[in-house]
């Protein structure tokens, strides 16, 4: 079974490059996706979007950072984060 891995970031700092912020959670990424048990099974893409449009993002800022990337259930005990790869 595949689907989709999906990570929200509120955006608490609007003067933030999108670079700089997609670095930051960046490094967030593989230690979400094994606490989530989720494996990882292709590259993702970073985008912004009006939280109200992003379901579970709590709506507590305008605007949140979205990471999505191919993944499939792990069905491995949590054994740390994985390699994260960022579509271009």
Do not use: K, N
């Not at 967030?28 to 989720?38: G, L, M, Q, Y």
């Not at 893409?45 to 579970?56: I, L, N, T």
């Amino acid at each position: 079974m595949s689907g989709t891995f999906r990570a929200i970031w509120p955006i608490v700092d609007e003067s933030r490059t999108y670079a700089a912020l997609c670095r930051e959670a960046a490094r967030e990424v593989p230690e979400i996706a094994a606490r989530s048990r989720a494996r990882l099974t292709g590259p993702g893409r970073f985008s912004v979007a009006p939280s109200e449009s992003v379901p579970g993002s709590g709506r507590l800022t305008d605007s949140v950072l979205v990471y999505e990337a191919p993944a499939e259930p792990s069905l491995r005990p949590l054994l740390g984060p994985q390699r994260l790869e960022v579509a271009s």
